[in-house]
């Protein structure tokens, strides 16, 4: 799954192409830094590689999410519709805005229902934003004719599907933006890191200027310019920006590492009739970071993760039921809207709302998904040994509950 299992040599040179010249900032220093440009070549990289107009990097996936929402004049009042299986980073970003974040269920793909995202649309909605969870992605056909319809725009969370496609486009560039993260565990990492890409030239221009303190980058006198309105810093350096350019050169590398063994493991899986798999909209498409695989209970694969546990596999299986950052079941701190700072009282009660509603379509799917992280440091043998376990496992689990019954 994450690049990081593969640094080398590539990643050493890119950072001390930074080092030589001591300039680890982005902008200006126009002499000293010696025509090394890490970020802006990253951005253009990232543009041509993903096919994507304009690319702003940023400090995070979450730094990228919040420039996003604001660059696109989500506020005070708007209200967002996200998934109810997502990382915790998609609401703080709604919130960190003052907006509403209104999470709905899930379905059988992981990501967004596209009959509960019709069901939330208020006059407040503005933005519906899709999570292209565990490497694949939501079902950008329907969402899209929904935002068309509704007059809304499109914001991509793909920070988990760096590479995915659907339909022949590249997960994140279709959308009016869309984001990734290149933290530490991503497919792609700069150490910390993200970037919003986006085909429309507006909303990239605020987006450069919000993640730099609302300058507005015109001329050569950073300090002088002038501010259009109120920006962060949300500014990525140039040490990370040079470690994501290392890892963008060997992507397809790890792509195609994952899909061997997303599809060796998902063969030996299958050998047991009663394990599904996730629905992916595209499959052809799907990054293959994880293998998301199912029961035909709740209760089986409970008692599969259980058995997994017992037998010391469970390592890299994620069951996002009882897990407290993926999904809403655990969200306490969301559910009764624990901040350090006050909030409005009436977005305080809309959080709290839309936090607590009854999400027993989405237990149904997440109570019943495990998913497998697919490593890129796998041997053959390793990867045979560990599905073989997983198989164990599972059969064990199912001849208990067939006795049992
Ligand atoms: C990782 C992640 C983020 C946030 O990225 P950071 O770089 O860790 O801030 C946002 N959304 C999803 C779905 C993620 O997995």
New binding site residues.
Partial sequence: MPGFELWSDAERKQVTDVIETGILMRYNFDGPRKGVWKAKELEQEINTYFGSQYAQLVS??????TTALSALGVGYGDEVIMPAF??V??FE?VLSVGAVPVMVDVDDTLTLNPEAVKAAITPKTKVVMP?H?CGAMADLDALQAICKEHHLLLLE?A??AIGGTYKGKKLGTIGHAG?F???F??TITCG???VIMTNDKAIYTKCDGYSDHGHDHIGHDRGAEPHPFIGYNFRISELHAAVGLAQLHRLNEFLSIQKKNHAALKNILATVPEIGFRRIPDPSGDSCTFLSWNLPTMELTAAVVEEMKAQGILAGNFYYYNNNWHYIRKWDHLKQSVTLNALSPELKEKIIHHANKDFSASDAIIGRNISTAISLTWTEEQLKEKGEKMVTAVKKVLQQQAVTL
């Fill in positions: 995070s996936g979450t730094a990228a999410l997502t990382f980073a998609s970003a999570v969870m969370d920070c988990q984001t993260s290149f933290d565990v991503k910390e890191g993200g």
